[in-house]
């Protein structure tokens, strides 16, 4: 009689064995996952980079023609010829129309009387000016959607006279 071999049936895994296993799965799938993130971050960054320089080259094209306007103008008055002031003003209305259209507003008018406001006024000349002090805008500011891009330089009102004390 021939001895035929029983096949000796596969060890059980150890626990061990197991749990090292799993955690270089999870480790392999952690590392495909933060590839996958910086590939995203990177395109996303690109797009905005892209998106960024479009608006800007958007923004330059629709200043383009009232700039060459101007710069027109100005050649005019360098060769000594007359400059109608209403056309200096109708190309400076043209390029703030423009930047309007993206967001840019003006804060104060020349002559407007108010009220101060740190956010969005600075005094010409040295010196506190309060809260709430009347103040008179000299030159305008601009601000671009909520964030002021140049504060309206304004002068403190004289009490009673209307001039002011700066």
């Known amino acids: 009689m021939v001895a035929v071999e029983e096949p000796v049936p596969d060890e059980p895994p150890n626990s061990v064995d197991v749990l090292a296993m799993d955690l270089r799965e999870r480790d392999a799938r952690i590392a495909a996952m933060q590839r996958e993130y910086d590939a995203l971050q990177l395109e996303l960054a690109r797009t905005a980079q892209t998106a960024g320089r479009e608006e800007i080259e958007a923004l330059c094209k629709r200043l383009a023609a009232p700039l060459a306007n101007l710069a027109a103008l100005r050649a005019l008055a360098a060769?000594?010829?007359t400059v109608e002031v209403?056309?200096?003003?109708?190309?400076?209305?043209d390029i703030e129309r423009t930047l309007g259209k993206v967001g840019l507003e003006q804060v104060g008018a020349v002559g407007e009387e108010t009220v101060f406001d740190v956010a969005t006024h600075q005094r010409m000349s040295g010196g506190d000016v309060q809260a709430g002090t009347a103040i008179v805008v000299r030159l305008p500011g601009y601000r671009l959607g909520e964030r002021v891009v140049l504060k309206a330089m304004v002068s403190t009102k004289g009490v009673g006279d209307g001039a002011s004390r700066d």
């Not at 209403?86 to 209305?93: A, K, M, P, R």
């Open 79 to 81: 060769k000594g010829k």
């Open 86 to 93: 209403t056309d200096v003003f109708s190309v400076i209305s």
